[in-house]
């Protein structure tokens, strides 16, 4: 067997670069995101119920943490 070498170094999240370069180009992408999370967001709830919507609240609290220091900063 052969080990195979590629000298290209692996992304971890491919798609963050692609999602970046589209609102670099258009900034309404940003309104489809949204539009697609939420619906993510109502699936999950009408999949698994309260837990998916709790699931969700703990994940945004360090984002809620960043804006309220960024909303306070002098």
Same mark, same amino acid.
């Given at each position: 067997?052969?080990v195979?070498?590629?000298?290209?170094?692996?992304? !971890?999240?491919? &798609?963050?670069?692609?999602?970046?370069?589209? =609102?670099?180009?258009?900034i309404?992408? &940003?309104?489809?995101? %949204?539009?697609?999370?939420?619906?993510?967001?109502? %699936?999950?709830?009408?999949t698994?119920?309260?837990? +998916?919507?709790? %699931?969700?609240? =703990? +994940?945004?609290? !360090?984002?809620?943490? &960043?804006?309220?220091?960024?909303?306070?900063? !002098?």
């Amino acid at each position: 067997m052969s080990v195979s070498t590629t000298n290209t170094p692996a992304s !971890p999240f491919p &798609v963050l670069g692609h999602i970046a370069r589209d =609102v670099s180009r258009d900034i309404n992408v &940003v309104f489809y995101l %949204l539009t697609i999370a939420l619906t993510v967001l109502v %699936l999950a709830v009408k999949t698994w119920g309260l837990v +998916a919507l709790t %699931l969700t609240a =703990v +994940a945004l609290v !360090p984002v809620m943490f &960043v804006l309220l220091i960024w909303v306070t900063l !002098p």
